[in-house]
């Protein structure tokens, strides 16, 4: 009865979720307070289990490290894992840890449970992801009059953390765990992202040695760094504005992820990350007036088919440049972004539709092209009236059914009214509507419930993380019936083999769209592989739209038209009943 109170009034002066009592060998002897949240089991469960047992895989040398310093009486951070919670999801907790007394090797440890909206989302490793690094790094940056307490460090370790012969092995995985766990132990909070697999960035207090993680990573695998580099980035107040400091450390992180420019381009402080970066975007904004004006783009096709029947439904637009005229526009979703920026997206969307009612003239009646539409976009009234206007011209006559809407949420839209009204008018019309990226944007419901839509694209990464969370799974099927019920189809985006594919199907999805059913095809490509049907050899479309293609054609690659039109393959299309494709 003594020691239960005690365990009672310990939990309570720590102000905790859970506590752990566990031996010399961590092994639990006694838990308490939410376990049951925290893993999914009672208490009675994890008594006797090893609490290293009940964190993620990639958690647990990182843990042990954390307890080792403990024990050399070394300080120790703030400490936050992942608890397993059933079958394949997870629970974030910070804990804590004390010895017991009488110095028999046992300890105290507790776990706090941190609210899912205030965890920065983490990676498979542990490591927050670039946005959410930067993020807590611009936090850190001091206000006017306060003094620097935090640098970003960046550390390469080139030849032996790339290193192909251990790449993949056993040896390697265990070599790469430990250097994921020392540099979150060494980092402020565990603050580190991975700018590549051989690159990182930490934040460290900044009267730190930013070479101890370098000499630490040595003396514990045994092995001499090659190469190793090095660069430190004050998080002073020399910036004041926070968008100023988030788009500094977003250059510098993306400069040192580059093997090449990390050596030749170094920055000592934050105000020239910021005129590098100025200079740069100015470069970026005129090579997208000029893709513009010049009409230097062209579209590929990439199939979306029922899963259960493999018939195609139809075919998604997409963007590509022309060579050399990118110059420094990583991939499409950079060019919207640049275009909504710099007020020319209406401009680009009008041309992106002028060109695909030309394509879909060329086309076989039963074809069907969906095109993308920016958000910004419909919610221009001048946009809404031209884009009308172009549909109702003599020379840009298709049927309405063939030429499909698909809105996506690069910006999100505050002005219901006017797009609403415009997306029922092209409804009436004989146009379906696609909602585009579904679950990665905060309005997403909002969109559904507000507009006539008429397919429902799930977002390929938040369907694609639904292979490995619970939560997701749930949140995935929801969607899939919800979109049932209002009369729309589901599209889960980014299947790329059967697994994703047969998951999508048990979920209730019921269209794929993926590299697993086709790499995104010219024109040209597609004209030719009907042909081929119509002369009397028709292929099985999985056959035909699963076969490989030239890896120059992945998002975000300039490639010359010509030489592209000339790499793709041919796939047969096979016609569905009804006239869809």
Not at 9 to 24: H, M, S, T
Not at 262 to 267: I, K, N
Not at 497 to 514: D, H, M, P, S
Request: glycine share 8%.
């Amino acid at each position: 009865m003594e020691r239960r109170l005690e365990q009672l009034a310990a939990l309570a002066f720590a102000a905790a979720d859970v506590l752990f009592e566990v031996d010399r060998a961590f092994r639990i002897r006694h838990a308490g307070g939410g376990i049951q949240k925290l893993t999914g089991h009672g208490a009675k469960a994890v008594r006797g289990l090893s609490l290293f047992d009940l964190i993620v895989p990639a958690d647990r040398i990182y843990l042990r490290r954390v307890v080792e310093a403990f024990d050399s009486d070394k300080p120790v951070g703030r400490t936050s894992v992942r608890f397993l919670c059933g079958e394949s999801d997870s629970v974030t907790a910070m804990l804590g840890m004390s010895a017991m007394p009488g110095g028999s090797g046992e300890r105290l440890v507790t776990a706090t449970i941190l609210d899912r909206g205030f965890i920065a989302c983490a990676e498979s490793d542990g490591f927050l992801d670039r946005a959410a690094f930067v993020d807590l790094a611009r936090r850190l940056t001091p206000r006017a009059g306060e003094s620097t307490r935090f640098t970003v460090v960046m550390l390469a370790l080139p030849q032996l953390v790339s290193n192909s012969a251990i790449k993949g092995t056993a040896l390697g995985t265990a070599f790469l765990a430990e250097v994921e766990a020392i540099l979150r132990l060494n980092s402020e909070g565990g603050a580190v992202t991975r700018l590549g697999d051989d690159a990182f960035a930490y934040v460290q207090k900044v009267d730190g040695d930013p070479r101890v993680v370098e000499r630490k990573i040595e003396a514990a695998t045994d092995a001499l760094l090659a190469s190793p580099c090095i660069q430190t980035l004050p998080l002073d107040t020399s910036l004041m504005e926070q968008k100023e400091v988030e788009a500094a450390l977003n250059y510098a992180l993306e400069k040192f992820s580059n093997n090449r420019a990390r050596l030749a381009e170094r920055f000592d402080n934050l105000p020239d990350c910021l005129a590098a970066a100025t200079s740069r975007d100015r470069g970026l904004v005129t090579s997208c007036r000029s893709i513009i004006e010049d009409e230097t783009f062209f579209q590929v096709l990439q199939p979306i088919l029922t899963l259960k029947t493999g018939v195609i439904q139809h075919y998604e637009v997409l963007t590509r440049f022309a060579e050399g005229v990118a110059r420094g526009i990583a991939n499409t979703g950079d060019f919207i972004k640049i275009a909504e920026q710099i007020g020319m997206i209406n401009t680009f969307d009008l041309l992106n539709c002028v060109k695909t009612i030309k394509l879909l003239q060329k086309l076989p009646p039963g074809i069907r092209l969906a095109l993308n539409v920016s958000g910004r976009s419909v919610q221009s009234a001048e946009f809404s009236a031209q884009l009308l206007n172009l549909l109702d011209s003599a020379d840009m006559q298709v049927a309405p059914s063939r030429l499909l809407i698909e809105i996506t949420e690069t910006r999100g839209i505050s002005d219901f009214e006017g797009p609403v009204e415009l997306l029922q008018t092209l409804v009436r019309r004989g146009h379906r509507i696609c909602l585009d990226d579904f679950g990665a944007g905060a309005m997403s419901f909002e969109y559904l419930r507000r507009f006539p839509v008429n397919y429902v694209k799930i977002d390929g990464h938040f369907f694609r993380n639904a292979m490995i969370s619970g939560r997701d799974r749930i949140l995935v099927r929801a969607i899939a019936r919800c979109s049932f019920e209002l009369g729309c189809r589901t599209v889960a985006e980014m299947i790329e083999t059967e697994v994703e594919a047969a998951l999508a199907r048990e979920l209730g999805v019921e269209c794929g769209q993926g590299w697993l059913f086709g790499h995104p095809m010219t024109a040209d490509a597609l004209l030719a592989s009907v042909a081929a049907s119509q002369a009397g050899n028709p292929a099985r479309v999985q056959s035909a739209v699963r076969r490989k293609i030239s890896p120059v054609m992945s998002e975000g690659n300039a490639v010359p038209a010509a030489s592209v039109r000339k790499e793709l393959p041919l796939p047969s299309v096979a016609v569905a009943p009804g006239g869809s494709v």
